[in-house]
């Protein structure tokens, strides 16, 4: 195993890591917005209103966003541990 390999194994766990939690930030961030929106439109400014809906929308998305998530990472898995083999 050089460096190339290694360094090629770490860029494809950052992707990885990136496409398995970018649904999830990526709903939180979208829901997030929209109450800043609805706040700042209405002049609510309670700090609490904002927990309960980015909460209920991040859970439901990992819901959602789970088989796709579980799947990617056991790809990920079994092509890392057909490297290791390859090189035992």
Same mark, same amino acid.
Request: proline share 3%; aromatic share 10%.
């Given at each position: /195993?050089?460096?190339?390999?290694?360094?090629?194994?770490? !860029?494809? *766990?950052? %992707?990885?890591?990136?496409?398995?939690?970018?649904?999830?930030?990526?709903?939180?961030?979208?829901?997030?917005?929209?109450?800043?929106? %609805?706040?700042? +439109?209405?002049?609510?400014?309670? /700090?609490? +209103?904002?927990?309960?809906?980015?909460?209920?929308?991040? %859970?439901? *998305?990992?819901?959602?966003?789970?088989? %796709? /998530?579980?799947?990617?990472?056991?790809? $990920?898995?079994? !092509?890392? $541990?057909? !490297?290791?083999?390859?090189?035992?």
């Amino acid at each position: /195993m050089n460096e190339v390999t290694i360094v090629e194994v770490g !860029r494809e *766990a950052l %992707f990885i890591i990136l496409k398995t939690a970018g649904p999830i930030m990526l709903s939180g961030l979208i829901i997030g917005l929209i109450i800043a929106l %609805f706040q700042a +439109l209405t002049t609510i400014q309670e /700090m609490t +209103l904002t927990f309960v809906p980015k909460i209920l929308v991040i %859970f439901v *998305a990992i819901i959602v966003f789970l088989p %796709f /998530m579980m799947t990617t990472v056991v790809e $990920f898995a079994q !092509r890392l $541990f057909d !490297r290791m083999i390859a090189l035992g």
